[in-house]
T-cell receptor, first 113, second 111 residues
């Protein structure tokens, strides 16, 4: 059982480049979300989705786009990378919006030079 | 808005008991969750308290007092593998679809 799968594990970008972080889950979860984790700041919500076709902004959405065309996939797009987006990114899912338990992917370490 | 406060670091010896506190301020409240994260790893769910009182899961227990906006995670019989960061979290936002995390408590277990 794969759970939540994130790719890539590591990525280095130059300022201004764009890229997509992939997230897929095979548990038929309705709720999916993206977080960034910076030293000493815990996890901050970027965007979330409560089902296919439905997305909304979290605490720190600027510079990021998401879409949810299927239940399984929830990609995160960086439109024009900036050094301030250097962080570790985690995707997480939950069976539905009322469930408190989040299942996390293994993370993507992103550096923007 | 939402805010959660935790101590940044706690140190304890193997075999001891340690308590990690979390105080929260939220505009609405369902319950308090706890996650564990080892260095370089992903957060993993530990426990959830919706009602006041103590929930026990093996060596780990979690407590909630809704009237005090306070909770804690209690780790007993500490082992070296318990060295990790621990985060408290609440669900909030105008439709309660957003999860908010504390900044985390790094637990160092020494022999």
């Amino acid at each position: 059982n794969a759970g939540v799968t994130q790719t890539p594990k590591f990525q280095v970008l130059k300022t201004g480049q764009s890229m997509t972080l992939q997230c897929a889950q095979d548990m038929n979860h309705e709720y999916m979300s993206w977080y960034r984790q910076d030293p000493g700041m815990g996890l901050r919500l970027i965007h979330y989705s409560v089902g296919a076709g439905i997305t909304d902004q979290g605490e720190v959405p600027n510079g990021y786009n998401v879409s949810r065309s299927t239940t399984e996939d929830f990609p995160l797009r960086l439109l024009s990378a900036a050094p301030s987006q250097t962080s570790v990114y985690f995707c997480a899912s939950s069976p539905d919006r009322a469930n408190e338990k989040l299942f996390f992917g293994s993370g993507t370490q992103l550096s923007v030079l | 808005g939402q805010s959660l406060e935790q101590p940044s670091e706690v140190t304890a010896v193997e075999g001891a008991i340690v308590q990690i506190n979390c105080t929260y301020q939220t505009s609405g409240f369902y319950g308090l969750s706890w996650y564990q994260q080892h260095d370089g790893g992903a957060p993993t769910f530990l426990s959830y308290n919706a009602l006041d009182g103590l929930e026990e899961t093996g060596r780990f227990s979690s407590f909630l007092s809704r009237s005090d906006s306070y909770g804690y995670l209690l780790l007993q019989e500490l082992q070296m593998k318990d060295s990790a960061s621990y985060f408290c979290a609440v669900r909030g936002g105008y439709n309660f679809n957003k999860f908010y995390f504390g900044s985390g408590t790094k637990l160092n277990v020494k022999p």
